[in-house]
């Protein structure tokens, strides 16, 4: 009973898991949120502060699967691509949440 279809679906499902798996952990990294130009500014102020060995999302991603799906999966794709396809915030005019 096994299809092409089920066998198709089974392999886009296990390969955004394994992207998901990978992509997770370095997108957690500050190094990560600094590849964008227009945080330099923030990533250069806090590699100085008292918090350094703080990550980024331990602050500004709300714990659960709530914040998760929203703060890093929904908000941080939506970074990217305004990143890559439209105008970014300038540095002097972001506002970052800390929960």
Known sequence: MWTPKATVLLAIVAGAMALGGAA?????????????????????????????EVECVTCHVRPGIEGFIHDKAYAGTKDVLIYLFGKPTDAHNLNATVY
């Open 24 to 52: 997770i952990p370095l997108t957690d990294q500050p190094k990560f949120c600094a590849s964008c130009h227009n945080i330099t500014p923030s990533y250069d102020s806090w590699v100085k502060s008292s918090h350094k």
